[in-house]
T-cell receptor, first 113, second 112 residues
Framework: QKEVEQDPGPLSVPEGAIVSLNCTYS??????FMWYRQYSRKGPELLMYTYSSGNKEDGRFTAQVDKSSKYISLFIRDSQPSDSATYLCAMTRASGGYQKVTFGTGTKLQVIP | EAQVTQNPRYLITVTGKKLTVTCSQNMNHEYMSWYRQDPGLGLRQIYYSMNVEVTDKGDVPEGYKVSRKEKRNFPLILESPSPNQTSLYFCASYQWVTDTQYFGPGTRLTVL
């Protein structure tokens, strides 16, 4: 069983829709929870991170963490065609003074104009 | 301009022929990391470095070596490449895991 599970999609939505992207995890030692966006043929870029359970908002993006259920989500409001990309969740755990990062496999999102 | 550069961007080679993929950052970041990305498996960490001369294994280090002799450079070495190392490789640098992380443009490696 993978430590981090993410539905690969693809997920196709109309412009303006609310998008919900999710990951589950099995290791309760994970501390930081992050979401990356990766455009085709590009490296990932960090969108948001959270440390504790609860919600964190940044513009049209909301990251949600539920540590009791080992479940994280990224919500995108008023989705735009420019949001079309692969979204990767990632989580970190402490390892000898370093935060080791484990990524989900990514969900491909297409926003249709 | 803050950036991470990788070279080469594309490489086709044959089994057993040693190769090095270079990675360089201009932000004086302490942390650098190498990942490989494969369909259905996502990004997996190969090696990481917390500073000059400090490196450690990630989740999939077999068949790879790294060195960090200068803060800006973190080359990935494949001493005897095999076909299962065909992949898309990314180098990343950051000051701390939750800071803005800069990924390189990727190196697509094919081992025949």
């Amino acid at each position: 069983q993978k430590e981090v599970e993410q539905d690969p999609g693809p997920l196709s939505v109309p412009e303006g829709a609310i998008v919900s992207l999710n990951c589950t995890y099995s290791n309760s030692a994970f501390q930081y929870f992050m979401w990356y966006r990766q455009y085709s043929r590009k490296g990932p870029e960090l969108l948001m991170y959270t440390y504790s359970s609860g919600n964190k908002e940044d513009g049209r993006f909301t990251a949600q963490v539920d540590k009791s259920s080992k479940y994280i989500s990224l919500f995108i409001r008023d989705s735009q065609p420019s949001d079309s990309a692969t979204y990767l969740c990632a989580m970190t755990r402490a390892s000898g003074g370093y935060q080791k990062v484990t990524f989900g496999t990514g969900t491909k999102l297409q926003v249709i104009p | 301009e803050a950036q991470v550069t990788q070279n080469p961007r594309y490489l086709i080679t044959v089994t057993g022929k040693k190769l090095t993929v270079t990675c360089s950052q201009n932000m004086n970041h302490e942390y650098m990391s190498w990942y490989r990305q494969d369909p259905g498996l996502g990004l997996r960490q190969i090696y990481y470095s917390m500073n000059v001369e400090v490196t450690d294994k990630g989740d999939v280090p077999e068949g790879y070596k790294v060195s960090r002799k200068e803060k800006r450079n973190f080359p990935l070495i494949l001493e005897s490449p095999s076909p299962n190392q065909t992949s898309l490789y990314f180098c990343a640098s950051y000051q701390w895991v939750t800071d803005t992380q800069y990924f390189g443009p990727g190196t697509r490696l094919t081992v025949l």
